[in-house]
């Protein structure tokens, strides 16, 4: 269905569009800014090690309106809200009470806006994978995280495709996009949902599903992949090894791509076409290069935002994230 001007979006949505440059009329809901010598945006807090997407532009084609409240940052279109918010963590207090502090005021402010469904959320924060066991900061920042989501009424099948990722920069940041009508997720059929992983990975296992797909008002699907590592079932596979783990990870791309092209019957999402954008989180700077040619022969032309990170389990070397449409 092709959109047409004289009868407006439909319900008011907006046709978010995700990009490496801003789009001609378009207005921008939030940008993430990669490499801060070149851009303005929202800032990760991770060394940018290459590619072509140096900034991500979340665009909409409605007038955007933002604001300031808790402390929360927030810029309103149609019917969609982008949050953002973020605290000092110097790593002396329990990242359950940070995550639990900043999500109950992302999910109350997106209520308050009359936009409560998530749709895609991302974490950045110091340490990750510092302390022993179930203390692991990652661990408490999934029971913190669980126990705001379970507070708002939050449940599995309102859950939102996802991004945990480590840095160095002492500042916990949570971004969340949110809209008045809830997402379609998929699940991925090589891996375990994250909600059903088993207790050895932590008291609360994690909040997030694999992909969220968003209908846009032309017709268009949206469809905003979770950060996807070298895990089967719920396992790690091939601890230690760069090349396996990206050979690991194409194949979970292309299973959920394909899950969803079957789920929402639209045959464009089952591969990586003109408009999807990735972005690589790599846990040593010096297995850049190499992730950067696996996903250039993998997926020619596309842009790529490379990122020093850690994942979020200590086996994991490199993950990646994609936005696609179709
Ligand atoms: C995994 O598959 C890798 O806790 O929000 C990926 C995406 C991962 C999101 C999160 C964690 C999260 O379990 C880790």
Known sequence: MASDPRYGPRLGGARLQVGPGPAARNETLAAFAFNPTTDQGFVVGLPFLGGK?????????????????????????????????????????????????????????????ERPCLLRAWNFMPDINAGDGDQERYRRFCLGRAQALEQAGIHVPELCAGTAIGGRD???????????????????????????????????SPSFARATALPLPDGDMLLMISGTASVVGHKTVH????????????????????????????????????????????????????????????????????????????????????VCVG
């Open 239 to 322: 601890e230690g090894d760069l090349t396996a783990q990206l050979e690991e990870i194409e194949r979970n791309l292309r299973s959920l791509l394909n899950e969803s092209a079957a789920r929402l019957a639209r045959p464009q999402l089952g591969d990586f076409g003109p408009g999807s954008l990735l972005r690589a989180y790599v846990r040593h700077q010096s297995d850049w290069p190499l992730v950067r040619d696996h996903l250039a022969r993998a997926w020619p032309g596309l842009p790529v935002a490379g990122l020093e990170g850690d994942i979020c389990r200590s086996d994991l070397l490199v993950e990646i994230e994609a």
């Open 53 to 113: 997407l140096e900034t991500e532009f979340w665009q909409v084609d409605q007038a955007v309106s933002s604001g300031i409240d808790d402390d929360v940052s927030w810029r309103r279109a149609g019917d969609l809200v982008f949050l953002a918010w973020q605290t000092p963590d110097d790593g002396s207090t329990d990242p359950s009470l940070l995550a639990e502090a900043g999500y109950s005021r992302l999910l109350t402010l997106a209520r308050r806006l």
């Open 170 to 204: 002492p500042v916990l940041r949570l971004f969340v996009l949110a809209g008045s009508r809830p997402g379609i997720n998929i699940e991925n059929p090589r891996q375990i949902s994250a909600y059903c992983y088993p207790r050895i990975y932590g008291p609360r």
